[in-house]
């Protein structure tokens, strides 16, 4: 009964380098959202994606970020470029169901710190 | 436009005192659902509870229980006989009913320190 995993935990990028973040949901789940946590606050929301399509991207930075969820296979969050600021948490949730009575449940996060 | 203010960003308690932690938001949805998360130091995202918009009734958990007053738009979150694994930062969070109803809007969170 295994919940949401995010790997790796943590990850170490050099300015410019690309990070790949991966989610898998727990299992019968079929919706995935992406938040992101930067130092001292509180979680934002970036994206929300169905398996093979992306629903919204609206808290996702234009430039850089890019999401998928592939019909088999995790959901990678993936990052190119990466610049000091992007250093965060970055949280995966799942649901079974997008609407008034789901529940989302988060990953224990992927920490990336880009140096 | 959703909000949700966290007014106290740290607070310390010693142990075994009762500590309540406050959240107010501000929706324009008559229904919505509200939510508290415990971050302990490990870093995970903890659920705690979710509250519906329509049902104004406390809850009690064990040592943890919930104020919903509608009237203040408020949602604060008590917990009795504080001990020190409840040291972490808690998040308040709402979500709407209508479109983009999948979306969390969080507080910026309450680092709680419990002292022992």
């Known amino acids: 009964n295994a919940g949401v995993m995010q790997n790796p935990r943590h990850l170490v990028r050099r300015r410019g380098q690309e990070a790949r973040l991966r989610c898998s949901p727990m299992?019968?789940?079929?919706?995935v959202y992406w938040y992101r946590q930067l130092p001292e606050e509180g979680l934002k929301f970036m994206v929300y994606?169905?398996?093979?399509?992306?629903?919204?991207e609206s808290g996702m930075p234009k430039e850089r970020f890019s999401a998928e969820f592939p019909k088999e296979g995790p959901s990678i969050l993936r990052i190119q470029q990466v610049v000091r600021g992007d250093s965060a948490a970055y949280f995966c949730?799942?649901?079974?169901?997008?609407?008034?009575?789901?529940?989302?449940?988060f990953g224990q996060g992927t920490r990336l710190t880009v140096v | 436009a959703q909000k949700v203010t966290q007014a106290q960003t740290e607070i310390s308690v010693v142990e075994k005192e009762d500590v309540t932690l406050d959240c107010v938001y501000e929706?324009?949805?008559?229904?919505?659902?509200l939510f508290w998360y415990k971050q302990p130091p490990s870093g995970e995202l903890v659920f705690l509870i979710r509250?519906?918009?329509?049902?104004?009734q406390n809850e009690i958990s064990g040592r943890y229980s919930w104020n919903f007053q509608k009237s203040t738009s408020s949602f604060n979150f008590t917990i009795t006989a504080s001990q020190v694994v409840d040291s972490a930062v808690y998040f308040c969070?709402?979500?709407?009913?209508?479109?983009?109803?999948?979306?969390?809007?969080f507080g910026k969170g309450t680092k709680l320190s419990v002292i022992p």
């Open positions: 949730a799942s649901s079974p169901l997008q609407g008034r009575n789901t529940e989302a449940f």
């Open positions: 969070a709402l979500r709407n009913s209508g479109a983009g109803s999948y979306q969390l809007t």
């Open positions: 299992k019968g789940h079929s919706h």
């Open positions: 929706t324009r949805d008559t229904t919505y659902y």
């Open positions: 509250r519906n918009s329509f049902d104004e």
């Open positions: 994606l169905q398996k093979e399509n992306i629903i919204d």
